[in-house]
């Protein structure tokens, strides 16, 4: 079982960094963090166009989309290579879904602003926490 990411130019390979981080990319790396915890049969491969250019050629899918429509289509996302959103991130529900399609049962929980996610035993000197 293969999902595979690909994801706008970004300045790193999740785009969460720098100064001004977009809220939806933080909820897609937590989902994708919640997915390998539950499911690690899951292989999750993610690709910016910025550092692997080449992934999005080699796909024809891939660089057919981005030929007819330009980067605004991203990001992609196959599931077992089925594309199964276009142009902005899978909702938590849209990704539960298709797994269960595919016999894989998983919850993914949003965390509601200001939750890190932390509980009170979590706090360590090598461990921050909003708490």
Same mark, same amino acid.
């Given at each position: 079982?293969?999902?595979?990411?690909?994801?706008?130019?970004?300045?790193?390979?999740?785009?969460?960094?720098?100064? #001004? $981080?977009?809220?939806?990319?933080?909820?897609?790396?937590?989902?994708?963090?919640?997915?390998?915890?539950?499911? &690690?049969?899951?292989? $999750? /491969?993610?690709? #910016?166009? =910025?550092?692997? &250019?080449?992934?999005?050629?080699?796909?024809?899918?891939? =660089?057919?989309?981005?030929?007819?429509?330009?980067?605004?289509?991203? &990001?992609?996302?196959?599931?077992?290579?089925?594309? $199964?959103?276009?142009? =902005?991130? &899978?909702?938590?529900? /849209?990704?539960?879904?298709?797994?269960?399609?595919?016999?894989?049962?998983?919850?993914?929980?949003?965390?509601?602003?200001?939750?890190?996610?932390?509980? =009170?035993?979590?706090? #360590?000197?090598?461990?921050?926490?909003?708490?």
């Amino acid at each position: 079982m293969k999902i595979q990411i690909y994801d706008p130019a970004m300045c790193c390979s999740t785009g969460v960094c720098g100064p #001004s $981080v977009d809220p939806e990319l933080v909820r897609i790396q937590e989902t994708l963090r919640q997915l390998q915890k539950q499911a &690690p049969e899951v292989q $999750v /491969q993610r690709y #910016s166009l =910025s550092t692997e &250019p080449q992934a999005f050629v080699a796909n024809t899918a891939v =660089s057919e989309l981005l030929k007819c429509e330009g980067p605004e289509c991203l &990001p992609l996302i196959y599931v077992d290579g089925v594309l $199964v959103c276009k142009g =902005s991130y &899978p909702a938590n529900a /849209q990704i539960e879904g298709a797994l269960k399609m595919l016999g894989i049962d998983v919850v993914l929980v949003e965390k509601k602003k200001g939750e890190c996610g932390c509980s =009170s035993g979590d706090i #360590s000197p090598q461990k921050t926490c909003c708490g």
